[in-house]
C-alpha cells in the first residue's frame, strides 16, 4: 500500500516491539533479569514515526486505527 502511493518507508522486515530503554548503562546484564511473561489487550494502534535530531529522538503520530 505505502509503495502504491509513492510513500517512502524502510524496507526491513518489521518487528513488532515496545522500547523500554535506549542507551542505557547499567551493571546488571539483560539476562539476570527476571521477566514474567504477560498478557494484554491492544485496543488502538498507532503509526508513529521517530526523526533524530540531534542527540534527542522526536516522535510524531502519523496515523492511529481503533480495535475495539
Given at each position: 500500500m505505502l509503495a502504491e502511493?509513492?510513500?517512502?518507508?524502510?524496507?526491513?522486515?518489521?518487528i513488532p516491539h515496545i522500547t523500554l530503554l535506549r542507551n542505557a548503562e547499567s551493571k546488571w546484564r539483560f539476562s539476570d533479569i527476571?521477566?514474567?511473561?504477560?498478557t494484554m489487550t491492544v485496543r488502538r494502534i498507532d503509526l508513529m514515526r521517530s526523526?533524530?535530531?540531534q542527540n534527542d529522538e522526536i516522535y510524531t503520530k502519523i496515523g492511529s486505527i481503533e480495535l475495539v
Open positions: 502511493g509513492d510513500i517512502p518507508f524502510w524496507k526491513k522486515k518489521f527476571a521477566v514474567r511473561k504477560e526523526d533524530l535530531l
